[in-house]
């Protein structure tokens, strides 16, 4: 379904998102009609209408300017700039757009250097990246010149083999450009004098970057005949991962221990289930330290950003015997930036009792209403209680996943729910939604015009009934609204 959001993009299709022809030559006889700049619609639904979007990571040993580096290409600054080891941080995965091409770049800055000391450290850190990345961007401080770590993690690109533009970091001016030549040696092509600090020759690297990056992910999605659908396993530390996975394949997988894991190989399995394979990609082998907590959570947290990278289904697992966890709601939170279908598995339910199955129930309300409308199962990996019900719910947010309402249906929706309850009035003005599309899947994208500016609560509401009447269970919705005459909100 929707396949053609996935073409390189050139061609028809691609420019209407989800749209056909003929439905498209409709809408934007709508929007004329409304008064639209139909540049501006054309432009609304190619944006929304983006497949997955390819991945940058940016890679390197401490201290060379990482973050620094990611900041300046995502133009804000947000991922976290500090000195102090093991900086912990909600997020590792940020959107950037550079020449009108927009990507997802996967930040390692954060990092801890007693893991299992400094080379061990950044080769896992560079694995897991590497490992959700289609290009990477290698950093290395060309005032210090190659260090035996800068080369140990040459090694595992060369293995990875995916396409990499060298950054050499910390050229402030034409002094430093010699130094930056010596980095040749490393083989990796030529080496990019830049100043992440100050910007310096940060727009050349996103220019090479950009002939390297692919247009979409290689990633088809399971949309190739007789490819397995990707299911991630996703989780804290110690929830049950290797266990459940173990379960499913009905087989010893993974090893089940607690010592700590860094650099070891992704474990992808191609599993049987109810008569389907499935290829499930494990994400367990991250243990806390008490110690190294700070650390061993950022590696967590890359390895999922990395799974989550590569699926269609986030399977998304929380011990039930404990409270949710502000980790857990973390890990949510980035399946759901990330636009994946969402199970929610409660591990280890045979040892519950009443009690606490009732406080469970009030935390799943407050802590993790924001996926409401995700598929539930109770299951318990160590007995393998309600296994049979995994799949059904995987198919039930999968279905979800790749829905599209046809724009005439949704029009009609639209025109009914804003007579029955219109936008509040504001500053003597009640904005309206005029008309409305959806302009791709996977997941579900609406793009709604507006004849003022929409409240988020409103925005909310219209998603609420969209879930009522087309179902969209088990998948995030994402909605962007135009207000028409370019109220200064037109896009950058």
Do not use: C
Request: no cysteine.
């Amino acid at each position: 379904m929707s396949d053609h959001i996935h073409s390189d993009g050139s061609g028809e299709e691609h420019d209407h998102g989800a749209l056909g022809d003929a439905e498209y030559a409709d809408f934007m006889e709508l929007a004329a009609e409304e008064g639209f700049d139909l540049e501006d619609v054309e432009g609304a639904i190619e944006e929304a209408g983006h497949g997955p979007l390819p991945v940058l990571a940016v890679v390197g040993r401490p201290n060379v300017g990482k973050s620094t580096l990611v900041n300046r290409i995502i133009g804000r600054r947000e991922a976290v700039v500090e000195d102090k080891p093991g900086v912990t941080r909600d997020r590792v995965t940020y959107e950037a757009e550079w020449s009108g091409r927009r990507f997802k770049v996967v930040d390692t800055g954060g990092w801890e250097q007693d893991v299992l000391g400094i080379d061990a450290s950044v080769a896992a850190q560079a694995e897991y990246a590497i490992e959700a990345a289609d290009a990477v961007v290698f950093v290395v401080d060309a005032k210090v010149g190659a260090t035996d770590t800068d080369e140990a993690v040459v090694r595992l690109l060369r293995k990875a083999g995916k396409p990499v533009v060298l950054a050499a970091n910390k050229v402030d001016g034409q002094s430093g450009e010699a130094d930056a030549a010596y980095l040749w040696s490393l083989g990796l092509g030529e080496p990019h004098p830049v100043s992440a600090l100050h910007g310096r020759g940060t727009g050349d690297m996103l220019d090479a970057v950009l002939e390297v990056l692919p247009d979409a992910p290689e990633q088809t999605f399971g949309t190739a005949v007789g490819g397995p659908r990707r299911i991630a396993l996703i989780g804290r530390p110690n929830v049950g991962k290797s266990s459940l996975l173990n379960k499913v394949a009905n087989e010893e997988r993974v090893v089940v221990n607690e010592l700590a894991g860094t650099t070891r190989d992704p474990v992808d399995e191609l599993i049987e289930l109810g008569g389907v394979t499935w290829k499930f990609v494990d994400t367990a082998g991250i243990r806390k330290r008490v110690h190294l907590q700070q650390g061993a959570d950022y590696y967590a947290s890359l390895r999922t950003a990395a799974a989550v990278e590569k699926a269609e289904v986030a399977v998304i697992l929380i011990d039930a015997s404990e409270s949710i966890s502000v980790q857990d709601q973390r890990i949510v939170t980035m399946a759901v930036e990330a636009g994946r279908a969402i199970v929610m598995a409660y591990n280890k339910w045979d040892t519950l009792d009443e009690e606490r199955r009732y406080y469970l129930e009030r935390e799943i309300e407050t802590e993790l209403g924001q996926v409401a409308w995700a598929p539930r199962v109770n299951v318990s990996a160590r007995t393998g209680r309600h296994m049979e019900k995994l799949v059904p719910a995987i198919e039930t947010a999968l279905a979800g996943w790749e829905t599209r309402v046809p724009t005439g249906r949704l029009n009609a929706f639209l025109g009914e729910l804003v007579a029955a309850h219109p936008h509040p009035i504001r500053g003597g003005k009640q904005p309206r939604i005029l008309f409305g599309t959806q302009a791709g899947t996977k997941p579900p994208r609406f793009v709604l015009f507006a004849s003022g500016f929409i409240e988020a609560g409103y925005r909310r509401f219209i998603e609420r009934r969209l879930r009522e009447e087309f179902g969209f269970e088990g998948t995030p919705i994402h909605i962007s609204v135009r207000v028409r005459e370019k109220r200064g909100n037109k896009k950058k």
